[in-house]
C-alpha cells in the first residue's frame, strides 16, 4: 500500500465474492481442533476478514465453505472434549506422519494464547462486544456508531455492551458464544440503512443456530467510528491491531456471514462521496463533472464532500474513473446495486469434504482469494499476507507443541553432524531452503521458495537475508519485487523496489523502511525525490514533489506531508514561498505572477493584499523564506 500527498490507497472498498448468497457460517470446536492439527485453522475465514485490520471496516467473506455441525450440538461437546479421543488426521505433509488425540492435545494452551492481545483490547475497551440478548429483545433496532449507542447508554440507563470483564469471561468461555459478523458495507458509513442486515442478525439470533451466542461483534457498533476525538482515535488503532482476531478465534468465535449487499437506499441514489481534507468543492466540480450532471454538492456530518448526480449511471462511471479526476481526492465511493436473496441461516458446508490436506488445501483458499474481485487491488496482498500469517502462528504453536511435524534436510554436513556445505531443507509449512550453509546455518548464497509462491535468491548470513538478493513476492502482492542489500533480514542499504501496480521506489533502506535519498516514481506519474525516514513511504527532510498535472513542490518535509519552508510552483507558472504545517500552508508567504511582474501577500495561503516587487523581496528575506528565481520567462526555486 503506497502513499502520496495527493494519493492514498486505502483498504477499504468492497470485495465481492464471485458466488452470492446469504450464508450464516459456524464453526464447532471440533472442527477446529481437527483443522488446528493439520496446521489449518481459520483456513477460509481468515483469508478474508483478516483484511479487516486495515479498513475502516468495510469488507465482505470470501465465498469458501466448511464442513460444520449445526451450533445447537456444541454444548454437549465441550463438557467432554478434553477425555474425547479422535481419529488420525490429515498431518502435514511429510515422511513422518504424527497420529494426534484430542484429549492429548498440547497445543490448546498455545492455540488459547493467540487470543491475548484482543483480550487486552476488550480490557481497555477498544474493542467492544454487544450483549446478544440487546439484539433478542428489540432493545436495538437500529445500527449505530459505537459512540451514539454509548450516548444513549448515558442517557437512558440502558446498557447495549456486555462490561469488559463479562467480555472477556464469554470469550474465554471456549463455547463458541462471541459471533462475529461478516458483511459488505452497504454505505461509505456501514449503519445499515434498510435494516436488512439486523433482521438477519435477529433472525440467526432467535434460531438454533444462535441460541448459545452470548455477545456479538459488528465494527460499525464495536469500534469508535468518525468522526473520533483524539482519545477514540487510540483506541481505535488498538482495535484494528486485533480486529481479526474477532473472526480467527480458534476456540471462542462463531463467524456469521452475509455475503451479499443490500438494495441501495432509494436516498443514495445518484451519490459519489469524496474523501480528502484537503479538496475544495470547486475542484469536486470540475473533476466529476465531467460524467454527467451534478444537481447539488455539499458536505456531509463527517466533513467528506458528496456529489449528487442527476443519474446514478453517472456516477458510477464518475467512480470508475478513479480519484485522480479530483484533485486532492485519496478515494471516490458511490454505492453499487447488489440484490439480497433474505435466506435463513444455515450452516455452510465444505466442498471438498476436509480431506485434502495441508498443502492443496492452503493453496486452493490462497487461489480463490486471488481470484476474487477486489475494487480495490490493494486489499487483496492485504488479505494473502495477513492470511498466510496466521497460518504461520498456527503452523509454530503446534510446532513448539511437539504435535506439529519437522522438517527435512538433504545435503553436505560437518564432522559435527551440522548442515554445512550446499544442501536442502524442506520445512513443515511447505518452504523449501536450497543453497549454501555453515554450521547449521542458512549461510552463502541461495533460493528461498515460500509455501505461498514469494521467492528469495540471494546472499544469507547467520541464517538471515544478508548481502545483495532479490526478493519477488507471488502471495497477494503478486509482481512486487525488491533488488537491493539486506541486512539480518531486512531491506537495508540501496535497492529498488517495484510494485505490482506500477509504483517505484529507487533509493536507500533501513531496518526495512525507505530512510536516507530516495526516488519514488507512482505509477500515477507523480513522482517525489529527496530524503526520507522510517517510512512505506514518509517523506522527512528536503524534498522535491512533482505532480503528473505540472505542480511542483520544494522544500520541506515531516512524516509525509509539506511541513516547514517550501516553494510551490504551480502548472500555470505562478509561484508562491512560504510556510507549511502538516501539509496545509500557515503563516505569512508571497506568491507570484507567471510573468513576474506582480506579486501578493499571503496568510495561511490567502492572498490578502498586493504588494510591489521590493515589497516582496524584503519580506522574503525578513520571512527567511527562499527567493525565487526568474529566468527566461519562467520560474525557479531559489537556493534554501
Sequence with gaps: MHITPGHVSMPYDTYVPAETKTVISVMSYDDWVALATCVLPLLCLIGAVIVLLFRCCGLCMPAAGFDLPPAATLKDKYAKIFNKSAPEVQAIPSKKRASVQLGEHKAITLLVALDEPLVAALRSTA????????????????????????????????????SPERSIEVHRSNARAVASLTYCWDTPDGDDPSGEYLSAVLRYLQSDLGS??????????????????????????????????????VFSTTVIRHRRVPARPKSLDGDVVVYGEAVAEQDVRTGLGKYGEIERVSRDDKGRWRAHFKSHADAERASAAGLSIVKGAKRLQTFHLVEIDGAAPEAAREQYGGSEGMGPRIERVRSSIMSAFFSSEGDRGTVVRLFNDYITKINNAMVYSGEGVAGEYIGEKNAAAQYEGRGKYMFADGDVYEGEWKAGKKEGRGIYLYANGDVYKGEYKA???????????????????????????????????????????????????????????????????GEWKAGNPKQEGRGIYRWVSGDVYEGEWKAGKRDGKGTYLFADGRIEVGFYRAGTRVGEGIIWTPDGRAAGQLQDGKAVKMITLEEAERLVKHLGLPMPVHRKGKWKAGSP
Design 463 to 529: 541464517d538471515k537475508k544478508e548481502g545483495p538478493g532479490i526478493l519477488r513476492w507471488a502471495d497477494g502482492n503478486v509482481g512486487d519485487v525488491y533488488d537491493g542489500e539486506w541486512k539480518a533480514g531486512k531491506k537495508d542499504g540501496r535497492g529498488v523496489n517495484r510494485w505490482a501496480d506500477g509504483d517505484v521506489y529507487e533509493g536507500e533502506y533501513k531496518a526495512d523502511k525507505q530512510e536516507g535519498r530516495g526516488i519514488f516514481r507512482w505509477a500515477s506519474g507523480d513522482v517525489y525525490e
Design 212 to 249: 448459545h451466542v452470548e455477545a456479538v461483534f459488528w465494527d460499525c457498533p464495536c469500534l469508535p467510528q468518525v468522526p473520533r476525538t483524539g482519545s477514540e482515535d487510540k483506541l481505535f488503532v488498538e482495535a484494528l491491531d486485533v480486529m481479526a482476531l474477532t473472526y480467527a478465534s
Design 127 to 162: 474493542v467492544k462486544f454487544i450483549d446478544a440478548n440487546r439484539i433478542r429483545d428489540g432493545t436495538i433496532g437500529k445500527v449505530m456508531r459505537r459512540q451514539d449507542l454509548e450516548r444513549l447508554e448515558r442517557e437512558r440507563g440502558v446498557q447495549f455492551f456486555l
